[in-house]
């Protein structure tokens, strides 16, 4: 393709996507396909000859469009919101467009120090004090996976330049909870701490956040055993029911004993845009690491997630290999983001967010945060006011836990219902929202944050649900 014919078929693909994104309100917003189902439109062997611009445009319509789950849809309600503003598409775009290569500064100077530049305004926006340096990860469970290989060499005096976790006498350990996202355990698991040293901190049982004194007593009886405690993992805002863990209680402890902190904030860091909400993470400034995602409820399009570090020289020596050919005479004066994370070649990930910023700009994102608060609190007004509702876990943002709960009606065959009306309204492609087990029962999460969702959706959603809910009981 020559550039020429780039611009072409880019203006079409352009124009599609601004119709595409203009009428999303018309699609289901779950997809309406069976498994293998887009899979059999396309041929088993790579096509002999090219298609064209123009054909694949059309394809793009037919053939992958009805795969698609419609997240930006302001009817969708499920996990949480991953939002792909507009603005921050371009600058993707951009950064196809530019094809740079991120492997040392050399390779592209602009993608490094725009990145030292974003990650920056994100530290003064989300109130960090300057002791914090960031870097954009593909996702936050690459971040946690960091933050554990650093907290794992910390620990371990640098095992990694003997014989590794084999060769150590005394079992390293790491602390969270349940309520803690699975990219936790996996991150846990990966970075070779072993499930038997991966310890679940007791927690309060209304707001599921970590309970301090079970965590002082656990670490205190791993010592006394003989164990290393080497990490703790709070959760800023967990995915099941948003619980925010106690932070500067959990730092008094994990500074006493040494134990790396990695917050993980990968929804709730969005909020921090928001001065009203930081009391959530109060304490975070005595943390080792934290990681949010702006491509979630702020909207700069996946993958962007932030990994903030305090000490920046031990993140380069457990992470840098620093191969002679990718040596250079500026070395001290630059960062080398290779040795900041896993991957050696990087995107030019900064630039969407410079164009997020740039385009939408922080008092639009920050209005549309409290819009979208104050949605969450309407909605559970309206849920905890109505007869045989109930909201499950206290609403410190825009995530709210509901159940239909009527009267007579328990265990499995509870399970049934929640499952028949959620399930009815997923399957009408009308709303989304996901199911999640919580103590054992199943509810709903509304996870409200959608950039089209406004007030009127929000209402439609909540009489939606009830007269699902209604249809479903009458044939239980
Ligand atoms: C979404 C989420 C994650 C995982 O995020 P990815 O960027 O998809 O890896 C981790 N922790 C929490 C609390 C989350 O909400």
Request: contains cysteine; aromatic residues 6%.
């Amino acid at each position: 393709m020559t550039p020429e014919e780039f611009r072409q078929a880019g203006h079409a693909l352009i124009d599609w996507i601004a119709d595409y994104r203009a009428d999303l309100e018309q699609r289901p917003v779950r997809a309406q396909v069976k498994p293998g189902e887009i899979r059999a439109n396309f041929p088993r062997q790579a096509p002999e000859e090219a298609a064209g611009a123009t054909q694949l445009l059309q394809d793009l319509e037919s053939k992958i469009v009805p795969g698609i789950t419609q997240v930006q849809h302001p009817m969708h309600y499920g996990w949480f919101p991953s939002n792909a503003s507009l603005a921050s598409a371009l600058g993707d775009i951009a950064s196809a467009g530019l094809g740079t290569l991120g492997i040392s500064w050399e390779s592209c100077p602009a993608a490094t120090e725009l990145e030292e530049v974003v990650c920056d305004w994100l530290r003064q926006l989300t109130g960090l004090s300057e002791a914090w340096q960031g870097c954009i990860q593909d996702t936050a469970s690459t971040s946690c996976l960091t933050a554990l290989l650093l907290a794992r060499e910390r620990a371990s005096n640098f095992s990694q330049n003997r014989g590794g976790l084999q060769g150590q006498q005394q079992a390293l350990l790491v602390y969270t909870t349940e309520e803690a996202h699975s990219s936790v355990v996996k991150a846990a698991l990966l970075a070779g701490f072993g499930e038997h040293n991966l310890r679940r901190v007791e927690m309060d049982p209304d707001t599921r956040a970590m309970c301090v004194s079970s965590l002082a007593q656990l670490v205190a009886g791993d010592i006394e055993a003989g164990f290393i405690p080497a990490a703790v993992v709070a959760s800023t805002g967990s995915t099941g029911v948003t619980a925010f863990d106690p932070i500067a209680e959990i730092a008094a402890i994990t500074a006493q004993h040494g134990i790396w902190l990695h917050v993980d904030a990968a929804m709730a860091g969005s909020a921090m845009l928001l001065p009203e909400c930081r009391h959530l993470w109060e304490g975070v400034e005595a943390a080792d690491s934290i990681a949010w995602n702006p491509h979630k409820w702020m909207g700069t399009i996946l993958d962007c997630s932030l990994l903030y570090v305090r000490d920046v020289q031990h993140m380069v020596r457990v992470m840098s290999t620093n191969p002679s050919y990718l040596r250079s005479t500026v070395d001290d004066e630059v960062k080398q983001y290779r040795d900041w994370g896993i991957p050696l070649g990087r995107r030019f990930r900064a630039l969407k967010l410079w164009y997020h910023l740039g385009i939408d700009g922080i008092d639009s994102i920050r209005a549309r945060l409290r819009r979208d608060l104050d949605n969450a609190r309407w909605f559970a007004g309206q849920v905890s006011q109505t007869e045989n509702w109930q909201v499950l876990a206290p609403v410190k943002l825009q995530t709210v836990c509901i159940r239909h709960q009527p009267t007579g009606l328990e265990g499995d065959a509870l399970d049934k219902h929640t499952l028949a009306w959620v399930n009815a309204i997923n399957q009408s492609g009308e709303a989304f929202m996901s199911p999640s087990i919580l103590d054992g029962r199943w509810m709903v999460r509304v996870s409200i944050g959608v950039e089209a969702t406004t007030r009127e959706h929000v209402e439609t959603l909540w009489k939606l649900i009830q007269r699902r809910a209604q249809d479903v009981a009458a044939v239980d």
